[in-house]
Structure formats: C-alpha cells, structure tokens
C-alpha cells in the first residue's frame, strides 16, 4: 500500500487556526460506513447517535508545557527543546532546533534555574538531554515551558486551555487528543445522565504526532513508542460492554491505540500499561473499538491510515472531499467526525 493513496488536497483556508467557541459548538460528521451514507450535524447533536449502554473511552492525557525556548551556552544562540518523554531520571527524549549544531556535550541554558546538556542523538532525529536545575522539575517547567501548538496553526491561543480537554488529567503529553476538545463539562453529564458510560485511558502523544510518513510504502513505516495505561475500571467497564453487545466508542485515535494494544483477542480486554508502537493501517482488524469519534487528519498522516483502517480507504476520501466541499474546518482545532458500523435507529 502505497503513501500517495492517503493523499488528498485541502485549501490552506480550511486549516483551523483558532478553537471553536462553545467547544461543543463544532460541526459533526456522521459516516455509516455500512451503508456509505454521510450526513452533517454538529457536536452538541452527538447524543443522537448514541444510547444508553453505550461506553465512551476517552484519553485523559494532558499537555505538558513541553516547548523551551534557551540559548547555547558556548555561542548565545536560540535553541528550541522540545520535550517528548522523560527516559529516567531527568533524562528526556527531545526535538532540538537548530538540530545540526546540537552535538553531544553542548549546554543549552534557560536562564538561572534551568539548563539541560546534549547527550545523544536517537534513531529518529531527536536528541536525549539530561536537565539540571535546583528545585522541582515539574514547578520550574510550569514557569519557563510554554504549551506547545502543531506547527500549521500561526494564531496565538489566548486560553491556553483551550487545548486541553476539560477532562485532561495525566501529565505528559507533548500534543492534545484533539478529538476530545469538543465535549463539555454539561455535555459529559447529560451523556451519563441517557445512560452512556464513561471510561478513560492514559497514552501520552509523542514523537509519532510530528513524524511525517518518509517511506513510499507504508507497510515499512516505523511508529515512535508511546507510554499508555488502561486502568482495572476501565478494562472492567469495556468487558461488561461487550459481554452486553453493547458498543465501545472511543474518542480520538489515540484512545483507539490504547484499546487496541491492550488487547490480546477480540471482545476482551485487561488493565495493562506500558509503550506502545502500533501502527493501523488498512487490513488491520478491531478487537475492541464499535465505533470512533474523531477529527479531521493531514493527508499522508498515520491517523488518516488509522480511520481508513476502521472504515475503508475510499469511503474515507469520499467523506473528506465533502468536507472539503461543506467548508469544514480541519485538523487540531477543526471539525468532528463520528464512524458508525451503521446507525442506531431509535
């Protein structure tokens, strides 16, 4: 299966630069991918494609401050670190720009309290530093990091909450689960108020987010790993749905990672955590996941192939080039859409 088979054409314009206001206030696509049928609603409308039994999974990861901005000790230059995941200690995986200069044993200094040295290059481009600083890592990096946006979006995000999930718990990611933006606090209790369940997972986004696919056929692609946990409720929760026939939706693809490497048969699930670097993909089969909520992807992006995997390649493309015809916004701060095996008639 070849890269240029995900690829599609999507006008500047219709790349999101700024959040929807209220969250919930974003249009929704529905697909049937069973009877191929495509309708438009938007988010708050959710509820109607759901029922009571139904169990929501969503990641509750949250967004480090992970972007430093300091200077090369030896030279005074700018250096950007980027922080993707801590390795031990206070050794971190990283993204350094300019990375041609970054070479093991440089010092990159944040001003007084912070300073990290270059100690390795990793397999894909980025680089290990270890930090030293006196006081608590985790209060200094609140202070100096700034919360970090993919690189298509230029405005500047007045709330920095605004890209985090009202839901986001767990610490570490280095981007959002993009899928949860759009759900409410209200909006959460009036799905558990209709009976729908709630459950939730932990997988930080790492290097994968930011790594473009490089190889002409993707079946050769590597995936970054990436730390999850499924906690005993959830795995509990999710088993007693599928012991019912009821449905497993999960919120975004990273949700859809965790469910998927945490399962060793189909319908069964277990608490686990650890790394995961699965790759979905087109002929890949679904132990747990009935249905996903998700945003729209870059072209030649993983999660693209993700989507295509859970539906089908065409269908996938039919439905973004309507999108695309609708004015649908796209990508982090976009649009949703919702994949059905088909719809629920009520």
Not at 221 to 234: D, I, Q, W
Not at 245 to 260: F, H, K, N, Y
Request: with cysteine; glycine share 6%.
């Amino acid at each position: 299966m070849l890269l240029s088979d995900f690829d599609y054409n999507l006008p500047e314009e219709l790349i999101a630069q700024t959040p929807c206001e209220p969250r919930n206030h974003s249009r929704l696509m529905v697909l049937d991918k069973t009877a191929k049928t495509i309708e438009h609603h938007h988010f708050y409308d959710l509820k109607d494609q759901l029922v009571p039994g139904d169990t929501l999974i969503f990641n509750d990861t949250r967004v480090m401050p992970a972007r430093l901005i300091g200077h090369r000790e030896s030279t005074g230059g700018k250096v950007e670190v980027f922080l993707l995941r801590r390795i031990n200690g206070d050794e971190w995986e990283t993204l350094v720009k300019p990375g041609k200069k970054a070479l093991a044993g440089n010092i990159i200094s944040f001003g007084t309290e912070l300073s990290c040295e270059i100690m390795s290059h990793t397999d894909f481009g980025g680089r290990i530093v270890k930090f030293h600083y006196k006081g608590i890592f985790e209060e200094i990096l609140d202070r100096l990091g700034e919360t970090p946006l993919p690189p298509y979006i230029h405005e500047e995000l007045a709330d920095k909450e605004r890209y985090q999930t009202v839901y986001s718990k767990e610490k570490g990611s280095a981007a959002a689960p993009t899928a949860g933006l759009h759900f409410t606090t209200e909006m959460l209790e009036e799905l558990k108020a209709m009976g729908v369940n709630l459950g939730f997972v932990t997988l930080h986004v790492g290097l994968g987010t930011f790594r473009p696919v490089n190889v002409e056929k993707i079946e050769d692609h590597v995936m970054h790993k990436e730390y999850y946990c499924v906690p005993e409720a959830t795995a509990k929760l999710i088993c007693d749905t599928k012991a019912r026939g009821d449905r497993v939706i999960a919120v975004g693809t990273t949700s859809i990672r965790t469910l998927e490497s945490a399962s060793e048969r189909k319908g069964f699930i277990e608490a686990k955590s650890g790394w995961t670097e699965i790759f979905i993909y087109p002929g890949y089969e679904f132990k747990i996941v009935d249905a996903i909520i998700t945003n729209f992807h870059l072209p030649k992006s993983t999660l693209l192939m993700l989507i295509s995997a859970f539906s089908d390649k065409e269908f996938i493309l039919q439905a973004y080039e309507e999108a695309i015809k609708e004015k649908y916004r796209f990508f982090s701060f976009g649009d949703a859409m919702i994949i059905l095996n088909q719809k629920i008639k009520k």
